[in-house]
């Protein structure tokens, strides 16, 4: 990819700092290609498979040399016992996600924007891995969908599509999901980067169930901006709804007490959905750099 063509949302020498991590599984998948993560298929540990022409950078101790002393080409050998990573990243296009712009015409700054930055990170890192890697934008019941796949092309036009996610009034997520279950046919690691401000969080909850049912592992990042957190100081303000949800004139004083209590029990009905249907579910600040979390999520998967 050529340095014009580069997503912005690409930056390659702050992520030269994890290029020596990978993002690891938790649980066993499946995929076609050997790789290194557990895979569902069973009959017996090392059993081999097939071939796979050796590609540069990876262990030579994987190499065939007796192939390669008959015919001069460098093989590995395919086992079982391990397979390739197949993930989806699924960002929330709802209008909820544009919070913390500097204007409606400028995310910067924002849940989406913060979003933009860590998927374009992960995806850059899943492909250095030889994994796959595709994406979802989730807007009420539409989706815009890019299957996975691991060339340096298909990460590169994936890169493209999240630098241009934009966003639409929506007050539910799970419709979304659904169609996102029906179209994705090749189960694997399905991220999901949301603020979860859904009218709909049960039946969210009971999508991705669909997700875990079907052997899928599901990690939800659950992403919240500093001034949701806190409210500002000051003595008016008035507050716009993102999805046609009218507006509010007040005092902060007012009404921050109340605020937080319904906003701290926000944060505690997502977390236990999500941890009631086996995700696997991590809170993050939008006030915290994107290479800081992505560095600590790479770090504590791999542990």
Known sequence: MSVASRSPYLDLRALASVSHMRFITRQRIEGSFSGRHPSRRQGGAGEFVD???YTGGEDLRRLDWKVYGRTGKAFVRLHQDETNLICTLAV???GSMQFG???NSDSRGSKLDYAKYLTTGLSHVIQQGQDQV???VLREAEIEYLPPGGTA????RLQSNIEQINTAPASTLAPALRKLFERASRRGVLMLVSDFLADDLIDVAAALRLFR????EVVALHLVHPH???LPDGMAFRFEGMENDGSLSCSPNEIRAAYQQRFAAHLTAVRQAMLSVGCDYRLVSTGIGYMQT???FLVERSG
């Open 101 to 103: 712009g500097r204007s």
């Open 134 to 136: 595709g994406m979802a």
């Open 228 to 230: 949701e957190e806190q």
């Open 51 to 53: 071939f796979r022409e």
């Open 294 to 296: 992505l560095g600590g």
């Open 153 to 156: 092309s298909h990460v590169a």
């Open 213 to 216: 049912h079907r052997g899928w």
């Open 92 to 94: 929330d296009g709802s």
